[in-house]
C-alpha cells in the first residue's frame, strides 16, 4: 500500500454522492480544506460512531475552514439511507470499483478474525486550499477520529 504523503498532489475524481450527483475535489469553495475519509462500510459500528462524531463537531471544522467528504465502497442508495438515519452534515461519496482508494493509497489487504481479504483502510487525509494533502490521519480510534483532526487544526492556528 503506497499512501499519499503531506505534500502529495491529491489525483482528481469524480464520484457520485449520497444523492446520485457527480461531486469532485472541486466542488469545494475556493479557500476551503478538504477533509477526505474512507471508511470500510456504512452503517456499520465503528463507522456509525466516526461520522456521528464528525456531525457533531461540524460548527468547529466549518470554523476551521475545513469541508468533509467521507468516501467509501458502498452504493450511492446505501450512502443516503446512511445519511438520512443519522443525520449526517457532510457528503458521502461513493468509490465501488475502489478506483480513488487505490489512487490515495488506502485500499489493500485487511486482517479480520483469521481472514485475509482486500478493503479500504480508514485513513484520512486533510488537503490544503491548493490541492495537496497537508496531513494524513492514520493513527486513531473511530470514536476519536474527529478529536485528533481539531487538535491538529487548532496547534495550525497556534
Known sequence: MNTLKAGDSVPEFVLLDQNGLKTSLADIPTGKRALIYFYPKAMTPGCTVQACCLRDNMAKL??????VMGISTDKPEKLLRFFEKELLNFTLLSDETHEVAEKFGVWGEKFFMGKTYEGIHRI??????????EKVFDDFKTSNHHDIVLDYLQQKEK
Open 62 to 67: 466549518a470554523a476551521a475552514n475545513v469541508e
Open 124 to 133: 484520512s487525509f486533510l488537503i490544503d486550499e491548493a490541492g495537496k494533502v
